[in-house]
């Protein structure tokens, strides 16, 4: 389809897809198998100017934003669903940053992100708070001119690879949710450590680490905001960030469906290609047209993102929700086309199924996903 991309963003799709080709797609299955972080693919999309596509030109960016993101999310996805997450995942971090740093917090942090030197993790998830954010334990004491952090963050991705980390912490607990704020904390900062490296089903070319603060001081000047915003700065971020989420899974899922296809034209059974067998035509059918709504959807997703628009929620959630589910279905499939091969490491489906699975689950599972499309729908009909 023609999703009347401008110049600018058909070069930021075709140059990701370059990268995804070339570079990501050769080393996937090594970086997967090791549990390695691809700091050598890194360093390429840095060279590309591939961190910068969604931050101001001020700032060092291209000036594009949630649209340009989930291009290029989609197509680095595309090679491989963990290796992306070094792009996607800074950009999960730096929307805090985006949203709501004033200029001097901007100026400081930005230039670097864009220019790929320095990563971004955004730390909200603990052990008993993860879709329910209320239930955030990490504390923010304010102490003269700095906070003082305790507590732990699990499950962050960029975890102990990223240098920039913004940081959901309690600085009032009697408020609720309302008594969270939001910090900019560097890596190098005494006090902050991370755990074990996790050892996970899939995007295993992702770091997911605890990040701990310890009696972590930081600066006054690094709070986002002001105090009691935190839960907002977090919201505010998914509306944002969940279309990328969506994007990761379209591009894992196309991969899905080329490689079906591809291995669909070469496996004969009974004395024809399997392509010619009707059953598996629909299933290459349905994979196709399911993929190519979800993509629909996430665009006009980010376009209404970057429009501005103020009531962003629901259709953020349901490009997530929808594209995610698809991008399960589809690899689920593809595993089934190649039948027995399909299940063997040494094919890419069975660790594209693998990759798949995590979209349904970070950023608020699909069921939370339902829940903000439906309170919406509610409100919008109490409105009316």
């Not at 334990?137 to 975890?159: C, E, F, P, S």
């Not at 991370?194 to 930081?218: H, M, N, P, Q, Y």
């Not at 279309?243 to 899922?253: D, H, L, N, W, Y």
Request: hydrophobic share 40%.
């Amino acid at each position: 389809m023609d999703y009347l991309l401008t110049e600018e963003q058909e070069m930021i799709r075709d140059l990701c897809r370059q990268v995804a080709e070339e570079k990501i797609k050769p080393v996937a299955a090594e970086y997967d198998e090791k549990n390695e972080f691809p700091w050598e693919i890194v360093k390429v999309m840095a060279e590309s100017d591939i961190f910068g596509v969604y931050i101001p030109e001020e700032y060092g960016g291209m000036g594009g934003g949630v649209l340009e993101m989930a291009i290029a999310t989609e197509q680095l996805s595309w090679g491989c669903g963990g290796i992306s997450l070094a792009f996607a995942a800074t950009g999960l971090g730096t929307y805090p940053i985006l949203l709501y740093a004033d200029d001097r917090q901007k100026s400081k942090y930005l230039p670097e992100i864009a220019a790929g030197k320095t990563l971004a993790a955004f730390c909200i998830t603990e052990a008993e708070a993860g879709s329910d954010a209320g239930g955030i334990k990490t504390t923010a004491v304010k102490d003269g001119d700095h906070y003082i952090l305790n507590g732990t963050k699990q499950w962050i991705t960029n975890g102990g690879e990223a240098g920039v980390y913004t940081v959901i912490a309690m600085t009032d607990k009697s408020k609720g949710p309302r008594g969270a704020s939001a910090f900019i904390v560097e890596k190098d900062t005494p006090g902050l450590s991370f755990g074990k490296k996790e050892d996970k089903l899939g995007i295993r070319g992702s770091a997911t680490r605890e990040v701990i603060f310890t009696d972590c001081r930081i600066p006054k000047e690094n709070l986002l905001g002001k105090e009691g915003l935190g839960f907002i700065v977090a919201m505010k971020t998914f509306d944002h960030s969940r279309p990328g989420v969506a994007a990761q899974a379209v591009g894992i899922a196309q991969r899905a469906l080329d490689e079906a296809v591809r291995y669909s034209h070469e496996r004969r059974q009974f004395g024809n290609t399997i392509s010619s067998f009707q059953g598996i035509q629909w299933m290459l059918a349905d994979m196709a047209t399911q993929i190519e709504a979800s993509r629909a959807l996430i665009y006009s997703a980010a376009r209404m993102v970057d429009s501005g628009a103020k009531n962003i929620a629901k259709i953020s959630a349901m490009s997530k929700m929808y594209a995610s589910d698809v991008a399960m279905q589809v690899t689920t499939d593809a595993v089934q086309i190649f039948g027995g091969y399909g299940y063997m490491k040494e094919y890419p489906v069975e660790k594209l199924m693998r990759d798949a699975k995590i979209t349904q689950i970070y950023e608020g599972t699909n069921q939370i996903q339902r829940s903000v499309i439906a309170s919406a729908l509610i409100k919008e009909g109490l409105s009316k």
